[in-house]
């Protein structure tokens, strides 16, 4: 009988330590089980080179969202960021696509503008900025050719 409630004692620490481990693998890795608080807001660019679902969505450097998918629409970039519930995007908020340092990866800067008119949930950010292309510049600089 004592053995039985040793090992009875030795499973639930067993499954303690399991679910311990679960929740800090979700909190350290920022994993979403349930959506969480999250608007969306689409913004479409000329062309978003290299940027990538999931990439970070930012203000002054504070990352305040994910970009949830990029798709086609009429020739442009649809791209869709998921934005933290309590942060209010003014209408003439500019977004640009920007790149961590020379080699780095993509990501989507938000300039709040000064309108006291707000971007609805699943609105649109008109303003947009795309990437600049690297390979394009040098091109234009190595082969002497201006616009």
């Known amino acids: 009988m004592q053995r039985l409630n040793i090992e009875t004692a030795v499973g639930l620490f067993v499954l303690l330590g399991i679910g311990c481990l679960a929740w800090l693998s979700i909190k350290l890795g920022k ?59 003014s209408e003439d908020t500019i977004a640009s696509i920007r790149t961590r340092g020379l080699i780095g990866d993509k990501f989507v800067n938000l300039s709040p503008g000064a309108s006291d008119r707000l971007i609805p949930s699943n609105g649109t950010i008109r303003e947009t900025e795309s990437a600049v292309d690297l390979e394009e510049l040098i091109g234009e600089f190595i082969h002497g050719s201006t616009r």
């Open 31 to 89: 994993l979403e089980i349930v959506g969480g608080d999250y608007v969306p807001v689409h913004a479409e660019f000329a062309s978003v080179s290299g940027l990538k679902k999931g990439a970070s969505v930012e203000i002054a450097g504070v990352e305040i969202g994910k970009v949830e998918s990029i798709t086609l629409n009429d020739y442009k970039a649809d791209v869709l960021m998921k934005i933290r519930t309590g942060v209010r995007l």
